[in-house]
């Protein structure tokens, strides 16, 4: 049976196989390599960071970095969410958000982002089916491999913070 725990600094090292297995897809980011725990840690919050856990084997994590660090943008976060290559399809990542988007109520914020590449249909759903609703498509917003990639921007408003 999954649990979604804390993310802690001892689960670093199965969240950075995880992020670089992400990596590894070329549809997950623009990233082509995990960072040091230290550079991770300082860009993400101290709240609304999670792993899934089946048994001691952490299968999935999720966790908000700020858009910005202006104080009008303190309620906006961006979501990340990673599921292990080997427990994909098996409702990880629906765990994940939906405990991530408690917490990140928990914690205030009243609007998730998430910016997914078109071709990552299984991310886009993910989201959609949590609330998540397209705002936009930045085109040609990055390159990968030396090819200009779109991406796609979710947003999700707090039904229950900020009104």
Known sequence: MTEIKTLLRGHWDDVKRIYEEGIATRNATFETSAPSWEVWDSGHLASGRL????????????????VSDRCAYAGVAEVSV???????????????LERLIQESEKAGLWT???????????????????????????????????????????ERRSRIVGL
């Open 51 to 66: 792993v899934a856990l089946d048994e001691d084997i952490v299968t999935g994590w999720a966790a908000l970095s700020p």
């Open 82 to 96: 990673y599921v292990s290559k080997d427990y994909r399809g098996k409702k990880i990542g629906s765990l994940l």
């Open 112 to 154: 998730l982002q998430a910016g997914i590449f078109p071709e990552n249909l299984e991310s886009i759903a993910l989201h959609e089916k949590n609330g998540f609703v397209l705002i936009g498509k930045r085109q040609k917003i990055g390159k990968m491999d030396n090819v200009w990639r779109d991406s796609l921007i979710l």
